[in-house]
Structure formats: structure tokens, C-alpha cells
């Protein structure tokens, strides 16, 4: 890959960056050997701005493309060079659980964001979470982050998603013809963008909790304005049969 457009950096005159660094093609090479690792890839955009851009454009776009190859393809088919939000935002969404806070999106429970070893987001499930009317979009939804034994609130799994080109998707044009309010606080961890409430807007079909394995009535999900989706559900217990069938198969 070869990579011309380049920066000096603009992060301060005092910089050690401005008495010249590596090229853009050098490091690329040295993160493709890296597999883009995120951590390392993080540790870089906090060098200076030139480097910051250069992961906003390149690293992180590579990371995601490594990550989840076939989704990746899927985002970008409609000829776009990049995705809804930035490529930073959505490598975040991709390991990145981000919990809630006490009096945040949902309520009072608070259970810390935390970084995920692999998630698996599956097209097929994004469908159960739209309405009939709207089940030509596309949605990749992640399979719940489980956390038990909240206390009252039970057993509490966190999900989180995408939509492709969101801004021409039917569930959008939804939203607004329905006049859904924006959070007045709140925006999306990922990309700090405003949220929508599909619970408020009566958009939670009861397929949702099914696919999830929740209770019907304790499922909640935002979108915002970049599409990107994280939502909360309270699990349904192992039945006595399954609890022997994953004793069974360890």
C-alpha cells in the first residue's frame, strides 16, 4: 500500500516531531508487523496530531479491516472510502464495551466500560432488532457482554452495533417522521454524537429480546446521529437443562 499524502506536525514548536520522523509508509509497515495492535495504535495518536491523523486515517482503518474483515467489506459497498462516525470510533465500538454510569443512559446501574478480547457481530442478528418496515436496512448488532449478578437488577448484558449508511436508513427517516427527542445530555461513548431512544420512539420490536435471551419488558437501545448502537438488557436465567448441557460440553 502506498501512502502519499503526509503532514508535519502541528502539535507545538517545541515538538521532536517537527525535526522529522519516520514516513507514512515506514510506519505502516511497522504496524502491519504489529497485526495493528490497538494499544500500540493508541499509544501513537497521543504523540502529537501528525501521528493522530495518520491513526484516524490509516492505522485504525487497517485495524478494523483486520478485526472484522467481511463486515468491513459490507460497510464500505456502497462505494464509500470510510464509515459512518471515523474508523477511530468504530475500532473502539469493536473492543470496547462501555458499560454505564449511575444516572447515565440507564438509570442508576453502574458497571465500569471495559475492553473486550473478540466480540462477534453477526448481520442476521441486527435484523431482529428492527421493525418489519424496517428490515431492509442493515444492522450488525454484537452479541451481549454479560455481567451477572447486579444485584436487584439480576443479570445485565450489554450490546452494541452499527448501521450501514445510516443517514439514508429507513429506521432514521423513522425517527424523525416520529419526532424522536434527542438526549438532552447523554451522547454515544464512540463517537460523541447525539442519541436517539428507539424505546422512547416505540421502535424495540419483542424479536430483540428473544434474540438476546432477555426479558421482554427489560430491553433497552440507543442509535446516534453516526448510527452506531449500544443498549442494556436484564438475561433470562439458565434454565436447569442448560446449565448441565455447558457442564456437559466443558
Same mark, same amino acid.
Given at each position: 500500500?502506498?501512502?502519499?499524502?503526509?503532514?508535519?506536525?502541528?502539535?507545538?514548536?517545541? #515538538?521532536?516531531?517537527?525535526?522529522?520522523?519516520?514516513?507514512?509508509?515506514?510506519?505502516?509497515?511497522?504496524?502491519?508487523?504489529?497485526?495493528?495492535?490497538?494499544?500500540?495504535?493508541?499509544?501513537?495518536?497521543?504523540?502529537?496530531?501528525?501521528?493522530?491523523?495518520?491513526?484516524?486515517?490509516?492505522?485504525?482503518?487497517?485495524?478494523?479491516?483486520?478485526?472484522?474483515?467481511?463486515?468491513?467489506?459490507?460497510?464500505?459497498?456502497?462505494?464509500?472510502?470510510?464509515?459512518?462516525?471515523?474508523?477511530?470510533?468504530?475500532?473502539?465500538?469493536?473492543? *470496547?464495551?462501555?458499560?454505564?454510569?449511575?444516572?447515565?443512559?440507564?438509570?442508576?446501574?453502574?458497571?465500569?466500560?471495559?475492553?473486550?478480547?473478540?466480540?462477534?457481530?453477526?448481520?442476521?442478528?441486527?435484523?431482529?432488532?428492527?421493525?418489519?418496515?424496517?428490515?431492509?436496512?442493515?444492522?450488525?448488532?454484537?452479541?451481549?457482554?454479560?455481567?451477572?449478578?447486579?444485584?436487584?437488577?439480576?443479570?445485565?448484558?450489554?450490546?452494541?452495533?452499527?448501521?450501514?449508511?445510516?443517514?439514508?436508513?429507513?429506521?432514521?427517516?423513522?425517527?424523525?417522521?416520529?419526532?424522536?427527542?434527542?438526549?438532552?445530555?447523554?451522547?454515544?461513548?464512540? #463517537?460523541?454524537?447525539?442519541?436517539?431512544?428507539?424505546?422512547?420512539?416505540?421502535?424495540?420490536?419483542?424479536?430483540?429480546?428473544?434474540?438476546?435471551?432477555? *426479558?421482554?419488558?427489560?430491553?433497552?437501545?440507543?442509535?446516534?446521529?453516526?448510527?452506531?448502537?449500544?443498549?442494556?438488557?436484564?438475561?433470562?436465567?439458565?434454565?436447569?437443562?442448560?446449565?448441565?448441557?455447558?457442564?456437559?460440553?466443558?
Amino acid at each position: 500500500m502506498i501512502i502519499t499524502k503526509q503532514y508535519r506536525c502541528i502539535h507545538s514548536a517545541s #515538538c521532536l516531531c517537527t525535526k522529522g520522523h519516520l514516513s507514512e509508509e515506514v510506519i505502516f509497515l511497522v504496524f502491519q508487523q504489529l497485526n495493528w495492535n490497538p494499544k500500540s495504535v493508541a499509544t501513537l495518536s497521543c504523540v502529537c496530531k501528525w501521528f493522530d491523523d495518520l491513526a484516524k486515517r490509516v492505522l485504525w482503518k487497517e485495524f478494523c479491516k483486520t478485526r472484522a474483515p467481511k463486515m468491513m467489506l459490507d460497510l464500505q459497498s456502497s462505494g464509500s472510502h470510510s464509515v459512518d462516525g471515523n474508523w477511530r470510533a468504530l475500532a473502539k465500538l469493536l473492543i *470496547y464495551c462501555s458499560g454505564c454510569t449511575r444516572g447515565g443512559l440507564f438509570n442508576n446501574i453502574h458497571v465500569p466500560g471495559h475492553f473486550v478480547y473478540r466480540t462477534r457481530f453477526s448481520r442476521t442478528s441486527g435484523k431482529s432488532f428492527l421493525l418489519p418496515q424496517c428490515r431492509t436496512d442493515v444492522l450488525y448488532i454484537s452479541d451481549p457482554c454479560e455481567h451477572l449478578d447486579q444485584g436487584d437488577d439480576g443479570d445485565i448484558g450489554f450490546f452494541r452495533g452499527i448501521f450501514k449508511s445510516f443517514a439514508t436508513s429507513k429506521v432514521r427517516k423513522m425517527l424523525i417522521k416520529r419526532e424522536a427527542q434527542l438526549h438532552p445530555t447523554e451522547v454515544c461513548p464512540y #463517537c460523541k454524537a447525539k442519541l436517539w431512544s428507539m424505546l422512547q420512539a416505540k421502535m424495540v420490536p419483542a424479536s430483540a429480546s428473544c434474540r438476546l435471551g432477555a *426479558y421482554e419488558d427489560a430491553i433497552e437501545y440507543y442509535v446516534c446521529l453516526n448510527g452506531h448502537v449500544l443498549g442494556i438488557c436484564t438475561l433470562l436465567p439458565l434454565s436447569d437443562s442448560e446449565e448441565a448441557s455447558d457442564h456437559s460440553d466443558a
